[in-house]
């Protein structure tokens, strides 16, 4: 089944602690993206990568890092977090940056 | 000036109704346009995607899109209440990015009542 995978779902973690959140897709798509989603800002887009190696902040990359290794995964990483990164974040992939995104499930950080 | 801007809703109709989303856009050379639905707490959904000048009909969905006013809009006919939900607006713009990507409107939410 074609799909995009995050993890975790859920995480609920104090001010500074390094964490990371996960991004897998497994159709050979290009393209991967990472969003957040606030009440009343809507999908933001934080960073996204063409392919390996090759990445470019989105809206809001501040407090944010990623990598691409591989062509199939994109974390995304909060070497410091804050409570003003408590979100609902996506991850996306698609063919190209043109081509529909489709996305993960999720993940709900929040951050005290 | 925000790249995709949508009408901020909430847009409520009845049950067998015509729902109409709209949709502008900055980038006069922006060539891919979506629609997304997203349900409160999920994900968002592809629901049509169009390339070219004109409307494009899927089901009850119909997409209509003019570049020469920038223009895009979501109709949805025989609106079921299932369809509440928010839907999102995506452009895809190569104006000041050397990969391109993807602008998101803030959605507008549409209920439908029975």
């Known amino acids: 089944e074609a799909q995009v995978t995050q993890n975790p779902r859920y995480l609920i973690t104090v001010t500074g602690k390094k964490l990371t959140v996960t991004c897998s897709q497994n159709?050979?798509?290009?393209?991967m993206s990472w969003y957040r989603q606030d009440p009343g800002l809507g999908l933001r887009q934080i960073y996204y990568?063409?392919?390996?190696?090759?990445?470019d902040k989105g809206d809001v990359p501040e407090g944010y890092k990623v990598s691409r290794k591989e062509k199939r995964n994109f974390p995304l990483i909060l070497e410091s977090p804050s409570p003003n990164q408590t979100s609902l974040y996506f991850c996306?992939?698609?063919?190209?940056?043109?081509?529909?995104?489709?996305f993960g499930d999720g993940t709900r950080l929040s951050i005290l | 000036q925000k790249e995709v801007e949508q009408n901020s809703g909430p847009l409520s109709v009845p049950e067998g109704a015509i729902a109409s989303l709209n949709c502008t856009y900055s980038?006069?050379?922006?060539?891919?346009f979506f629609w997304y639905r997203q349900y409160s707490g999920k994900s968002p959904e592809l629901i049509m995607s169009?390339?070219?000048?004109g409307d494009k009909e899927d089901g009850r969905f119909t997409a209509q899109l003019n570049k020469a006013s920038q223009y895009v809009s979501l109709l949805i006919r025989d609106s079921q209440p299932s369809d509440s939900a928010t839907y999102l607006c995506?452009?895809?713009?190569?104006?000041?990015?050397?990969?391109?990507?993807?602008?998101f409107g803030r959605g507008t939410q549409l209920t439908v009542w029975p």
């Open positions: 996306a992939s698609s063919q190209g940056s043109n081509q529909p995104q489709h």
């Open positions: 159709m050979n798509h290009e393209y």
């Open positions: 990568s063409m392919n390996v190696e090759v990445t």
């Open positions: 980038d006069r050379g922006s060539q891919s």
């Open positions: 169009i390339y070219s000048n």
């Open positions: 995506a452009v895809f713009s190569d104006r000041g990015s050397t990969l391109g990507r993807l602008y």
